[in-house]
């Protein structure tokens, strides 16, 4: 969905680096998510934020931090990163109380 | 811990027939039952979702079955095509604050429709 856009769209990078992944908005929501995809595990939720000042764990936020610079974005970090988070990312965004999730193009991550 | 069991993993059908994908939960505070598909490249989207008050929910070839007592729910591909083919995900929330929690997904299923 062109509305989510997720940037870099493939990073290389080594292991031990800090690195960022951006996602901006223009759908408007005020709901955004990060998710990790891995072949055969599904997708599963890192962080999400509610608003700018609303930011909660999820299931697998152990080596993520993540901020919320502005409603429409929201940005995914990986401090010193490791051969084990190299996966696919995806963020995501929704409004209000509606469940309906609008997903991004993903990033490509692989760490050596 | 996996909330989600979702199977087959892998599916290979017909052209115009049958496609059927199962899922079943554990957490009973879930009450929100998307179905997503996924393209090569591409992001997940939102395929058909139902909340349990209702047993089943159609749009057009795709349908939801959902047995609250077994908490199991079903997606079933009527007239299956080829550009069915993708990898489909079935999910759960619960109704937390306002209802958008982050959603749990089952592990995907990668449909094939063959010609």
């Known amino acids: 969905d062109a509305d989510v856009t997720q940037t870099p769209r493939n990073r290389i990078t080594k292991t031990g680096k800090r690195i960022m992944l951006e996602c901006s908005q223009t759908?408007?929501?005020?709901?955004m998510y990060w998710y990790r995809q891995d072949p055969g595990l599904g997708l599963r939720l890192i962080y999400y934020?509610?608003?700018?000042?609303?930011?909660n764990k999820g299931e697998i936020s152990d080596g993520y931090s993540v901020s919320r610079q502005a409603q429409a974005k929201f940005s995914l970090s990986l401090e010193s990163a490791i051969p084990n988070q190299t996966a696919l990312y995806f963020c995501?965004?929704?409004?209000?109380?509606?469940?309906?999730?609008?997903f991004g193009a993903g990033t490509r991550l692989s760490v050596l | 811990q996996q909330q989600v069991k979702q199977s087959p993993q892998s599916l290979i059908v017909q052209k115009g027939g049958i496609s059927i994908i199962n899922c079943a939960y554990e957490n009973t505070a879930f009450d929100y039952f998307p179905w997503y598909q996924q393209f090569p490249g591409k992001g997940p989207a939102l395929l058909i979702a139902i909340r349990p008050d209702v047993s089943e929910k159609k749009e057009g070839r795709f349908t939801i079955s959902f047995n609250k007592s077994a908490k199991q729910f079903s997606l079933h591909i009527m007239d299956s095509q080829p550009g069915d083919s993708a990898t489909y995900f079935c999910a759960a929330s619960a109704g937390g604050r306002g209802g958008a929690d982050g959603l749990t997904f089952g592990k995907g299923t990668h449909l094939i429709i063959q010609p």
């Open positions: 934020s509610f608003d700018v000042k609303d930011i």
């Open positions: 995501a965004t929704s409004q209000g109380s509606k469940n309906i999730q609008y």
């Open positions: 759908k408007g929501h005020d709901r």
